[in-house]
């Protein structure tokens, strides 16, 4: 990446480079051959003016020459050189294509590239006005060695290699700095991504960071964080299954061990079996718990015209006994008959646990414990509405009892909770219930007991 930043920077420079010093030249060949033509048109008028005092000329044209730093050739119309400043053309004829051109009237310049120089010649006429005709009478030649130029160009271009130089390796060390605090913090996460594939689920990144970035670090925090408490609630889950699976398993073992040393009459055998046999009713409680625990995503409903009205008396019937025992009384108000599409024992197991779970949360230290369940009309929609005035549930936790394996009166292990359950009995109900495409919420303060509201759109 920085070998591309720099590659694509050296370029703009060089291109940025080419471009000033072309046209740094340019300019000054064009103001030379500007001051130049200047040049030979004074020297032209000198010559004019002193036509019959050539060695007053000479002197003239060579404090021009010394001036201009360059040669200069006074020619009359037969190409004869009359005045050199270097004297060497003295009487030679030169006939180049500057001299031919300003002998028919038209200044002419020229750069020439000669093997380790250019030289910038130009020509001018010299005219005469005799009776209102113009003559031309001679020209003037000046070649100028372009190197100065050269040498500024040379020197403009090692300063603006120096520049050049120095800008790419600040912009190398800006870049360096620049991308690695860019990628740092996708560094880190990297580096959390392998925390986590590594097992350690929960490993938060520390780093802060702004925008787009930032809210990836945060979702990632929050999804190791939901990793690590799944993990947990696995772990806690498991304990207590095996824990509860032991209990009845170390139960029969003893009972049958009991059983097989002494003999024993057929009334200690049946007590003894009603007991293996209550322990084994309690196991296959758990494991249908468990199946249902797993199989909760596999639901599949069987949708039928139901009225509502008869699954809640169905529902409440089948409960009545077992709230008798504990002291609970159920009243069912129910108005009217509301026929919904729902599949009906899937409804029944919502209401069981929803009951059940009123039951089983009573608060002993009242003297009324009740259950009143409501089903009516409200505005399109049929409202069944579950209270009890139970031990009720915090208000933090509130939003938590519908989650998979959470239970409120969680103790250090299961069997220090008077209250058994696995904290599935909600998510089932959730599950049904949003597969229905119906709604179920919550209301509830410690020690007044609890409402749950389903709604059913009709
Ligand atoms: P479980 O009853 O097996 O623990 P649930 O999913 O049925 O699991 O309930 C989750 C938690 O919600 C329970 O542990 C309990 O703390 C709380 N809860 C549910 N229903 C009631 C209720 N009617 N009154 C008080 N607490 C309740």
Redesign the pocket.
Known sequence: MIIIYSLITILAFSVFSILILNNYKTTQIRNNEIRLFQTANIVAEVYKKNIDDIIFARMMVRSYGKQANSRILVLNSNQKVLIDNYHSYINDTINNQEIKSSLTGKSKSTLYDLKNKEVLQLSVPITLNEAGETRIIGAVLISADMNLINRNVKSLKNDMFKIACSALIITLLLTIVVTNNLTKPLRDLTYGVEKISSGDLGYSIKRKAKGEVGKLINTFNNMSNTLNKVEKNRKNFINNISHELKTPLTSIKVLIESLTMADNNIKTYKEYLKDIYNETDRMEKLVNYLMTSIKLEDIVLDMNEEDLNEILDDTVKLITPYAKKNDVSITLVNTENINVRCDKDRIKEVLF?LID??I??RDDKKANNYISITLKKYQNKAIIAIE?N????DEKNLED?FKRN????EGPTQSQNKIK???????VVKNIIEKHNWKIRVE?SLERG?IFTISVPL
């Open positions: 646990n779970n009123a089983k949360y009890d139970g031990i009720g549930i009892i959470f239970r409120v009166l359950g696995y904290g599935i009995g909600l998510t509830s609890s």
